[in-house]
């Protein structure tokens, strides 16, 4: 019996330190202490046809995170991001509008308005 109770013992401590140490824990975004912008922030009328890089930047209690995004374009006919994922995407413009690009990180979301010509 105090064979099992001390093995009980361990393996809870193991996963307290665990749970506290988890990446998951450590890397949780909060909307009150998260700052998400994008480069650039005013991009150039673009045409159609052209491409333009963007990039996300994440700061969490005034602290880098290295942390992509989800990509998408609004309206979806103006254009498309490729990858659709990940710290930067590449926008293509496919009709002349206007709309915006928003990068969503973990539920926090930064827009950019875009315009094609």
Known sequence: ????LLLFIVFAAAGV?????SPEKKDRLSADTAAVSIDPVNPDTMSVGET????VLVR???VDVNRG???????ESLGSCSPKSGKTTMFTASTAGSGKITADVGGIKKQVDITVQ
């Open 60 to 62: 969490n209690n005034g």
């Open 1 to 4: 019996m105090k064979k099992f």
């Open 52 to 55: 333009v890089q963007f990039v």
């Open 69 to 75: 995004a989800d990509w998408s374009v609004e309206p």
């Open 17 to 21: 330190v665990f749970t506290a140490c």
